[in-house]
């Protein structure tokens, strides 16, 4: 059982910068993959990158690759999203998600545990 919870979320004008964190809690954060998604109203959430358990590999959506970067932290539990040149389009809800799999995926379907989500707003 593993338990997500994510923070950092907030209001930001376009060009800016925002760190989104997510804490896991158990001993074997190490076994899963981390995922970030997002969801905007009126849309379907979306795959938005991740990282390998190992933390050695990434994998990024075309619509955030080169402006956001995934890190994380197997003795702290942690995984961090770095958003950089935010745009008004990347205003969500940004979720993050541990999956057992061994390799990265991008469906919603394949993950496993979700954090409860935290508002991103870009403002322009």
């Known amino acids: 059982q593993v338990q997500l919870v994510e923070s950092g979320g907030g209001l930001v004008q376009a060009g800016g910068s925002l760190r989104l964190s997510c804490a896991a809690s158990g001993r074997t954060f190490g076994n899963y993959v981390m995922g970030w998604f997002r969801q905007a109203p009126g849309k379907e959430r979306e795959f938005v990158g991740a990282?390998?358990?190992?933390?050695?590999?990434?994998y990024y959506a075309d619509s955030v690759r080169g402006r956001f970067t995934i890190s994380r932290d197997n003795n702290k539990n942690t995984v961090s999203l770095q958003m950089d040149s935010l745009k008004p389009e990347d205003t969500a809800v940004y979720y993050c998600?541990?999956?057992?799999?061994?390799?990265?995926?991008?469906?919603?379907?394949?993950?496993?545990?979700w954090g409860q989500g935290t508002q991103v707003t870009v403002s322009s």
């Open positions: 998600a541990a999956d057992a799999d061994v390799v990265i995926r991008t469906s919603i379907g394949t993950y496993d545990y």
């Open positions: 990282i390998s358990r190992s933390g050695r590999n990434t």
